[in-house]
Every structure is written in C-alpha cells, then in structure tokens.
C-alpha cells in the first residue's frame, strides 16, 4: 500500500523528490519508492523533520500531522550560550563568555560543558535547517562523516554551517540546498572544525 502521507506532505510543502533526495543524500528512487511504500526510510525523524511533521503520524497516520513531538527528557541540561556567527568562529579562543553577555538555554541532550548555541541564518542548509533555528553545537563530539558541523574556513572570520563529507580521505563542505550556488567546498587543510550539531529547534 502506498504511504500517501510522505507523497501529501511533501506536495503540501512544495517540495520535489529531488529536493528530498538530495537533502537526505539519497536517490531520487529511494524516495519515489517510500512514496509506494515499497521500503521505509532508514531515518524517519530526519525525514519528519524535512517534512515538518510527527514520525509517527508518518510512519502509522497516528496523531497529529503538524505536531513534531520531541521525547521528554527526565532532565535538561545545563544552560548554554547563544553565540553569534563571528563568536563562534572564535570560540576556540574565548575562555569565559560574561553570562549576562549572552541569551542561555538548557540542552535537551546530553553534551559537554562547551557546548553553545547560534541561531541559524540564511538559506544554504534548507530544508534541513531553517532560517531562525536555534541550534546546539558541541564541540566535544567527533566529527564524522555524515555530521552537521560548525566550521572555520581559514581565510574568513565567521563560522558556517555544513555536513561533512569525508570520501577517499577527502573532506567536503557540502550545502543541503540543492539550489545553492556553492553546494561542495573541499577542505584542504584551510578548514577548523569548530563543534557538530546535536540539537535543533525552533523559536516562534
């Protein structure tokens, strides 16, 4: 039976299966056949997140279809600091941000006590993530291939969000918008990387 849920929701949201595929780094086919429900998604919840929907509405029709649920934690953790773009492309060299110099937020995950946060901005890492964001980075957590990572590029003063794809011992910056005009950036050793992304949300 087809799973006409994956193929309205994206239709609802204006999206291709090209666009899907590519922000899942996957075949076009591999998505058509979801749509037929021929085989499911090997990550639903990153699916549901591109769909902006609770995956278990997508994966039974259970629920609401609006609602992205996020599993209750028996405890935050901490409180982290929202940096900007510049900071964060420093933070290696900050040893103590003043706390009333920053907006904190507790982490729904486990991380590290370096972890902060920035807020995500422009269009390059749609529909994955979304201009206005809020996204948790740490610092502590190997970066691997496949991650989100924060990055330096050597030659700029700011941070930019990536994933990082490392092939053959080559490593890449790769944008998750298709449309973008720069989508790979290889990493030639003019590259730090500053923290992978353990969490997201949204602010309204």
């Keep these: 039976m087809k799973n006409l849920r994956i193929k309205n929701?994206?239709?609802e949201l204006g999206l291709?299966?090209?666009e899907i595929a590519e922000a899942?780094?996957?075949s076009k086919a591999s998505v058509s056949l979801w749509e037929k429900g021929d085989t499911s998604p090997k990550n639903m919840h990153l699916l549901s997140k591109i769909?902006?929907?609770d995956p278990d509405w997508l994966v039974s029709g259970k629920g609401n279809p609006e609602k992205n649920t996020v599993t209750p934690l028996n405890k935050l953790q901490g409180q982290y600091p929202v940096l900007?773009?510049?900071q964060a492309g420093n933070w290696s060299a900050i040893n103590e941000l003043p706390y009333h110099e920053a907006d904190h937020y507790p982490c729904p995950v486990k991380c590290s006590d370096k972890t902060f946060l920035l807020k995500v901005r422009g269009q390059s890492m749609a529909p994955i993530f979304n201009e206005?964001?809020?996204i948790f980075i740490d610092p502590e957590v190997d970066a691997i291939n496949g991650k989100y990572v924060v990055a330096r590029l050597d030659d700029e003063n700011e941070a930019t969000l990536k994933q990082l794809i490392i092939e053959?011992?080559?490593k890449f910056l790769k944008a998750a918008n298709p449309q973008w005009p720069t989508p790979i950036q290889p990493v030639n050793g003019n590259c730090t990387i500053v923290g992978?992304?353990?969490f997201a949300g949204r602010l309204f």
Aim: proline share 0%; hydrophobic share 40%; glycine share 8%.
């Design 24 to 26: 899942l780094n996957v």
């Design 132 to 134: 206005g964001e809020l």
């Design 16 to 18: 291709t299966q090209l």
């Design 9 to 11: 929701r994206r239709k």
């Design 168 to 170: 053959d011992g080559h």
């Design 84 to 86: 900007d773009w510049v």
């Design 196 to 198: 992978v992304v353990i």
């Design 51 to 53: 769909l902006k929907c």
